[in-house]
């Protein structure tokens, strides 16, 4: 993702060789996920809506000072992959911590700025200590679900599906009633799993 380059130099100082800092810092680059951006993609529900947000970076920052991108990794951290929120989510919402005076910048001025709490960012906290639990048991529990459905049976077992779905209904010949029947079995082994 390209910034404005007023917008980069704000949270990352001046620009080095036209790129993205080092090779975006010295950071890889974050590999997209199923919940990338904790944007609704496909249908699927938004993570953290915008103030739920702000409050897991608050509770991060308040744990240590850091930058957007020690953010960004944290909370991949904490989903065990499952969830990278973006730049474009994260800055939005650094920049609004600051304009409530619940984080500041600290560091040399020509440096990526890292942000600490402010009594007043503390004072947040601490008002919505039960939401913050909530929120990062909610990072906790897609960290085990990942944990859950990666592991190399499940793994296998998917791939071999996908295999057999590609292979036995791509063909031309394939018939209403066997889409039927396919779906009825998908449908009966989803059951069995959620009964079990």
Known sequence: ??????????????????KFGHGHHGHRRFGRSW?????E?????????????????LKLISDQPRHGY??????EELSGGAYV?????????????????HIEATGEENAR???????SGKADLTANAATVKALLARLGELAATRE???????RRAMENLRTVLRHRLGGEKVTKDTLYEVAA????????IERL
């Open 1 to 18: 993702m390209r910034f404005h380059e007023s917008h980069h130099e704000r949270w990352f100082g001046p620009r080095k060789h036209g």
């Open 35 to 39: 919940m990338e951006d904790g944007g």
């Open 41 to 57: 993609s496909h249908g699927r529900r938004r993570l953290f809506d915008a103030s739920e947000l702000r409050l897991v970076l």
């Open 70 to 75: 020690d953010l960004i990794r944290a909370i």
């Open 85 to 101: 929120p973006s730049p474009g989510v994260v800055y939005p919402a650094l920049s609004m911590l600051q304009d409530q005076d």
């Open 113 to 119: 700025k890292a942000f600490a709490i402010t009594q």
């Open 148 to 154: 859950q459905t990666d592991s190399a049976p499940i």
């Open 185 to 192: 079995i998908l449908d009966e082994a989803a059951q069995r």
